[in-house]
């Protein structure tokens, strides 16, 4: 850890260096003036992103910021573990959203040493909850919120317990009182063979269920699939990226508790929009996403550089509610103002490591029911 | 503020009409099946197969190109349609993008997975139960707090009859086929087989008071205005509020089921529709769009900060999962067909004159004989062939037992392989006949005629004629309605009369296939 924190203020020195020259260079540009210029000067560069990042590269704060330094980004979203099954001929970079999905395109990958991953942002999985939901989950032990009932952290060990025992939100006291707290107790997640976000929560709750052991390969697989399976089969339909349920969620519609990347819930925060009746929910055990871009060509990896170390870009990057890699200040100062919603400093949250990829992917597709016959 | 809900989707249909590229004619634009052979990837253009409802959505479109340059060319097809079309590759030659109102039935078909990428919902509408306000008076309802077991009683008492789409069809007729499945089961979760089994007994009352179906929402609402001994419609929230006539809406206080009309760009769609793509769903989630969507449309914004319109009742309710898994999706859609819904009993009049000798003929036959695998169970089929007049001696009935079904079936098929032509065309007379065999007093089924024939009418009873005997048919006959067929050298004029005589829809074979015009009918029947 100590040597990636180092290197990340080495990284960083040298990114505002370059910013420095890199913005001298645009003023000249500007000033010299020819919006001739701006059409050829730039280089197209295309990518499949997790839908999580769409608003990010759309933002056109981050167009002009890339335009500036000579990228134009055309992107198109995707869950991350389909990637793969795109064809990616003609692409420069994919950028799903964990270190998995990237370790297998960069071994599918024809140059791997260039198709070595950068992980310029993450953010930690979070659940989003109404506050009637919220207020009867702290009711019954489920979780503790904070004096205005916001924020919170959910305890994994007793919601897992809970889901153990087909736990109703009608057993639980105080439900009662809201006819859409009703049906079986459970937290909406992404279809953990097709997206990131639910493969990772699987992840979470299998590293809480084993014990605090990471899951290395078919028998721990084993241990936890009767669980996992039914934290899954509950949900019946689930959809393929993060963006869908929390829109449902923003919509007034669909499950209570919703799992979501922090970054979804943070950037609506910075942008000041109202959140309603909004409780973030910060499991004790969860896991982040670490946003990783694999290069497919030069742009791809140019690309990947400038998000990492960019001053510019790594600001835009926490407008957009993402935790840049490395010391952020920008990120302390932003989630400082919405503090009420946000742990910043994620106190009292674990980190449970993930899987490998193999593994990660036995266990979503046991959990699914597609497990030996797929 | 009736006139302006009812002004509101009129307007909205005229410029989808004008949008569309091909639009083919005013009784099939909300169905229509085959696509505009559009020129592909021309600049800022988006070649869209949307779901029927969508038509609403253009006024927000046309705004959305003044905003981005982008145009929407838009195609209306049914969900089970637009998922074969995506299924087959078929989408992908002709779209860059599908906009169904939900993704959930199109994610249990693993052989579509990786032909979409990139989906955007864009606004959010439960399935609810629009209601007659004289009914609700009636059963002395707080609409608010309306549950599936309070529906199911009032069916089962004879209180509540309604209208619903065909769940093998349509989004909205199977969301609601979940929604009642789950709050008549007490399923706690997502549906299981034996869910669905358990609840048998409540849900076949429960669907005894289904009195209209239908292939498309359009119709359904067209053919619910006819009728005055239907008090319900079952489908999107936001069609119910924006249908003429005034209508109570009731979302189950124990559960919904509700659609997020996700924008899903298809893979093998140009770069540069991907892009153009990009452009509107960003346009479509800026806050003051969302105001128009929810404003103009009456679905739910789905960004913060931006309220749904004041028409739109603001308590949650709880979501119902979606089936997970195809076998529960389609032994539910098995089950609905073959034992919870009312029978159908349909009448083929199938028009075997000479000038069907040959080709048509044969067609004819391959048709019958792939529609054959589609009768339901208890379903009761006659066919009808006519020439100068019935040819009495070929007319035959029979019923699908559920315990061998392939006997009627086949009895079916046979009797189609022998069918010959000659003589005129006798189709007034051969549709009277029709009406006749069916009986004075209706049976409690789903009861339609299938008018196939490529001519016009040379012997028998003239239109006047049939018009007078219509008018005389008792009141319960006169809602079976005639579906005719365009085929060969038929009268579409002539057809269209009949179809709106009788309550109908005209089906266009001559575009598509005869087979085609079929399968798409027994969505009605």
């Not at chain 1, 241990?223 to 869908?244: E, I």
């Not at chain 1, 890699?325 to 106190?347: D, I, R, V």
């Not at chain 2, 693993?110 to 990139?118: E, L, V």
């Not at chain 2, 789905?302 to 195809?326: H, I, K, N, Q, T």
Request: proline residues 5%; contains cysteine.
């Amino acid at each position: 850890m100590g040597f990636r924190e180092h290197s990340a203020r080495v990284r960083r020195i040298l990114g505002i260096v370059l910013a420095v020259l890199l913005l001298g260079g645009v003023a000249v540009v500007l000033v010299a003036g020819g919006e001739q210029d701006k059409g050829t000067a730039t280089k197209t560069v295309r990518g499949v992103i997790g839908s999580e990042k769409s608003e990010f590269f759309t933002d056109p704060d981050v167009v002009k910021a890339l335009d500036a330094r000579g990228l134009t980004v055309a992107t198109e979203t995707s869950g991350s573990w389909d990637m793969e099954q795109l064809p990616l001929k003609g692409y420069d970079f994919a950028f799903p959203s964990s270190k998995g999905p990237a370790d297998e395109l960069r071994a599918a990958a024809a140059d791997k040493a260039l198709a070595a991953p950068l992980r310029p942002f993450y953010s930690p999985l979070v659940v989003v909850a109404h506050s009637d939901a919220a207020r009867v989950l702290a009711g019954n032990g489920l979780a503790t919120l904070n004096a205005r009932g916001t924020s919170g952290i959910l305890r994994m060990d007793a919601y897992l317990a809970a889901v153990r025992a087909d736990r109703t939100w009608q057993q639980l006291k105080g439900a009662d009182r809201h006819a859409e707290l009703s049906g079986t107790l459970f937290i909406t997640s992404t279809d953990p063979v097709a997206s990131n976000s639910g493969a990772l929560y699987l992840a979470a709750a299998s590293y809480v269920a084993d014990g605090g052991r990471v899951a290395d390969g078919k028998e721990a697989v084993g241990r936890t699939a009767p669980l996992l399976r039914k934290l899954t089969q509950v949900q019946g339909a689930q959809q393929t990226n993060s963006d869908a349920p929390f829109r449902d969620f923003v919509s007034g519609v669909g499950n209570p508790l919703v799992l979501v990347y922090e970054s979804q819930v943070s950037s609506q925060l910075i942008a000041d929009r109202p959140m309603g009746d909004l409780v973030v929910l910060y499991p004790d055990t969860t896991v982040n996403s670490d946003h990783t871009l694999v290069p497919l060509t030069e742009g791809g990896r140019e690309l990947g550089r400038l998000l990492a170390e960019d001053p510019e870009l790594r600001r835009l990057a926490v407008r957009h509610g993402f935790r840049p890699q490395g010391a952020s200040p920008e990120f302390a100062e932003a989630a400082g103002k919405h503090g009420q919603y946000l742990n910043q400093t994620l106190t009292g949250v674990r980190q449970a490591p993930v899987p490998t990829g193999a593994v990660l992917r036995d266990m979503a597709r046991r959990a699914r029911d597609q497990g030996d016959t797929a | 503020m009736r006139t302006r809900t009812l002004r509101r989707p009129l307007a909205g249909l005229a410029l989808a009409l004008a949008l569309t590229a091909t639009a083919a004619s005013c009784s099939s634009s909300d169905t229509s099946t085959g696509g505009p052979t559009a020129s592909p990837g021309a600049p800022g253009t988006l070649r869209v197969l949307a779901s029927s409802e969508l038509a609403d959505m253009t006024t927000v479109l046309e705004e959305a190109r003044r905003a981005t340059g982008v145009t929407v060319r838009t195609t209306y097809a049914g969900t089970l349609d637009a998922v074969e079309q995506i299924a087959s590759g078929r989408a992908e030659k002709e779209y860059d993008a599908v906009w169904l109102s939900s993704n959930d039935y199109l994610r249990l078909r693993p052989d579509t997975a990786g032909r979409i990428t990139g989906e955007t919902p864009v606004m959010t509408s439960p399935v609810a139960l629009g209601v007659r306000p004289g009914t609700v008076a009636r059963l002395g309802w707080d609409p608010a707090k309306v549950t599936w077991s309070q529906l199911h009683r009032a069916v089962a008492d004879g209180k509540l009859t309604y209208g619903m789409t065909d769940p093998k069809r349509s989004h909205s007729g199977f969301s609601a086929l979940v929604s009642v499945a789950s709050g008549l089961s007490g399923a706690q979760s997502a549906l299981r087989d034996e869910d669905v089994e358990r609840a048998t007994p409540k849900l076949r009352a429960f669907f005894a008071g289904q009195k209209l179906t239908s292939g498309s929402s359009g119709w359904l609402a067209t053919a619910y205005a006819r009728r005055t001994d239907v008090d319900a419609l079952v489908n999107y929230e936001s069609v119910l509020l924006s249908a003429p006539g005034e209508l109570t809406v009731i979302r189950p206080s124990d559960g919904v089921v509700t659609a997020d009309y996700p924008l899903t760009l298809l893979t093998a769609a140009p770069a540069a529709a991907k892009e153009s793509a990009r452009r509107l769903t960003t346009y479509l989630r800026t806050p003051e769009a969302q105001r128009r969507i929810t404003g103009t449309t009456l679905r739910r914004p789905v960004v913060a900060g931006v309220d749904p319109s004041p028409r739109l009742d603001r308590e949650v309710r709880r979501e119902l999962p979606f089936p997970g898994s195809r076998s529960v999706a389609d032994g539910l859609l098995d089950a609905y067909d073959n034992t919870l819904r009312r029978p159908s009993r349909t009448v083929y009049v199938l028009d075997t004159s000479g000038s069907m000798g040959g080709e048509r003929l044969t067609r004819l036959k391959e048709a019958l004989s792939e529609l054959t695998d589609d009768f339901r169970d208890r379903e009761e089929v006659t066919l009808m062939p006519f020439g100068t007049a019935v040819k009495t001696g070929e007319v035959h009935t029979y019923t699908v037992d559920p315990r061998d079904p392939a006997r009627a079936r086949d009895a079916i098929r046979v009797d189609a392989g022998r069918l010959t032509a000659s003589g005129g065309t006798a189709v007034y007379s051969s549709l009277a006949e029709a009406y006749r065999s069916l009986g004075a007093s209706p049976r409690d089924t789903f009861t339609s005629i299938v008018l196939m024939t490529d001519g016009e009418n040379t012997d028998g009873m003239a239109g006047a004629d049939f018009d007078a005997f219509f008018r005389g048919l008792s009141e319960g006959q006169r809602r079976t309605p005639v579906f005719p067929v365009l085929f060969g050298d038929s009268d579409r004029t002539e057809l269209d009369r009949i179809a709106e005589l009788t309550g109908g829809r005209l089906f266009d074979a001559t575009r598509g296939s005869l087979d085609g015009a079929f399968e798409e009918i027994r969505g009605y029947q």
